[in-house]
């Protein structure tokens, strides 16, 4: 039987990483969601920038830059908070694709602005209500989401029904996301 | 009361952390060499992807830029003797100088509060991010002409750059609150540049050595300040020279050609500083 999660590359020189430390934060999300693997992690050690994409959904493959990963208060420096709010929140978008009642999502490089933010704020705030929280994540999606629909009070009706959101669907991501956008033009 | 207060003595709880610059300059990741260059990079405005977070981590940047304001400002009023420049006393001022640092520790101290405040407002905690203590660093100049040149000049200026490009982030993102509270700070910042300029020219009006010396000073510390590129002109400055407002602030503009000089310098060193680190990475692997 293959391994369950692979990282690569399996050590790291520019950062102060470990991949079995990194394997096993993921095996344990990935228990946590309900999902199986296998999964590949790529980490893009050369950047510090944080972006973090889900490339491929068979085989499960995410790409990482160690941005996405470190402490933001120590360079160089792993973070398993801030890796679990990473990784937790791409598996999360992972498990709504692989659920046929979720609906059919454009792909993560279609994504708008605003779509990305309405689904992070979904996935964000189901992975809290988890026990994964992270500083003052609420607010910080909260931010994020109104400045990709606008400063308004639909924008934040919307955003707490997306947070406090089970079960949602992509079509329902979409309305709210645009209700909160169409409020502000 | 101890003169000339040393950085590492700074009180701060164990909420912050500190990263030195050489650390950050020194790192041999970069940016460029990120496989999707696609406005990842390049001045603060929504259309970044990172864009949220990049504000919230220039906000914290600011935040803990207004503490050191302060302690700078404070400083100042305490370090040196009242009256005229003698044998003696070459690094006495005037009680009015004094006064200016005094209403500065006022302003800095309000600017701490809207930080704080701001920071909530845009979801960061206190110490989320990092510290980097460089800017009260240039504040522990023993001469008070550097240090004001230093300090008022070259990183008040840079607050300016730094508000008026959060100023106009605000103001695209649709974002009334941050947009009305670095308005108003920097017209503070304004202020304090031009107190820099002001006594500048004041305190070296028969001394053309002090004030050539003071001038150098003040490009050292801009330079740093450039952080690898971090504020000019060019389109893929985070931060843009606001030559309107430092204008009024009593720069002249072959100052601020000089300063979008030293922002490239400044990129193409650290540039190069990545490029020799991730060489010796790749040659130890």
Redesign the interface.
């Known amino acids: 039987m293959g391994q369950r999660v692979t990282v690569e590359p399996a050590t790291f020189?520019?950062?102060d990483f470990d991949a079995a430390e990194l394997e096993a934060l993921v095996e344990g999300l990935l228990d946590q969601l309900g999902l199986d693997g296998p999964l590949t992690l790529e980490v893009?050690?050369?950047?510090?920038?944080?972006?973090a994409v889900i490339t491929s959904l068979d085989p499960l493959v995410l790409e990482v830059?160690?941005g996405a990963l470190q402490d933001?208060?120590?360079?160089?420096s792993f973070s398993a908070v801030s890796s679990t709010n990473v990784l937790g929140r791409l598996l999360l978008r992972v498990r709504d694709r692989l659920d046929p009642a979720f609906g059919e999502p454009p792909a993560d490089t279609d994504l708008t602005?605003p779509q990305a933010?309405a689904w992070d704020a979904y996935s964000v705030g189901r992975l809290v209500r988890l026990g994964h929280d992270r500083?003052?994540?609420?607010?910080?999606?909260?931010?994020?989401f109104?400045?990709?629909h606008?400063?308004s009070d639909v924008a934040d009706a919307a955003f707490a029904a997306l947070w406090d959101g089970t079960d949602l669907t992509w079509a329902d991501i979409e309305r709210l996301s645009g209700d909160a956008a169409a409020a502000?033009a | 009361m101890k003169k000339l207060f040393p950085v590492e003595e700074l009180a701060r709880d164990d909420r912050f952390r500190r990263v030195a610059i050489a650390e950050r300059i020194t790192d041999g990741r970069s940016p460029a060499n990120a496989k999707n260059q696609e406005k990842l990079q390049g001045r603060l405005t929504p259309a970044r992807p990172d864009a949220p977070d990049a504000a919230r981590q220039l906000m914290h940047g600011i935040f803990t830029g207004e503490i050191q304001a302060l302690e700078g400002a404070g400083r100042t009023c305490w370090d040196f003797p009242v009256g005229k420049v003698t044998d003696e006393a070459p690094d006495a001022v005037p009680f009015e100088l004094k006064l200016d640092m005094a209403r500065q520790c006022w302003d800095e101290a309000r600017h701490c509060e809207i930080s704080v405040k701001l920071s909530d407002w845009m979801g960061t905690v206190i110490g989320e991010f990092s510290e980097a203590t460089f800017l009260y660093e240039a504040a522990c100049n023993p001469d008070p002409v550097l240090r004001l040149t230093g300090v008022n000049r070259a990183l008040e200026g840079l607050a300016i750059d730094v508000f008026n490009t959060m100023r106009e982030f605000g103001d695209s993102a649709g974002d009334p609150v941050l947009e009305f509270c670095e308005d108003w700070m920097l017209a503070d910042e304004v202020t304090h540049v031009k107190m820099g300029s002001d006594w500048l020219r004041r305190l070296t009006a028969t001394d053309p050595e002090r004030q050539a010396r003071a001038l150098e000073f003040q490009r050292i510390v801009d330079k740093l300040f450039s952080l690898g590129g971090f504020r000019g002109e060019d389109d893929d400055s985070p931060v843009r020279l606001a030559r309107r407002f430092r204008e009024l602030a009593g720069f002249d503009t072959d100052e601020m050609d000089e300063l979008a000089e030293i922002s490239r310098e400044s990129r193409d060193e650290a540039t190069r500083y990545q490029e020799q680190a991730l060489a010796a990475a790749d040659g130890g692997a």
């Open positions: 020189t520019l950062v893009d050690e050369r950047t510090p920038l944080g972006r830059e160690s933001a208060r120590s360079l160089r602005f933010a500083f003052d994540e609420r607010q910080r999606r909260l931010y994020q109104r400045t990709r606008g400063f502000a």
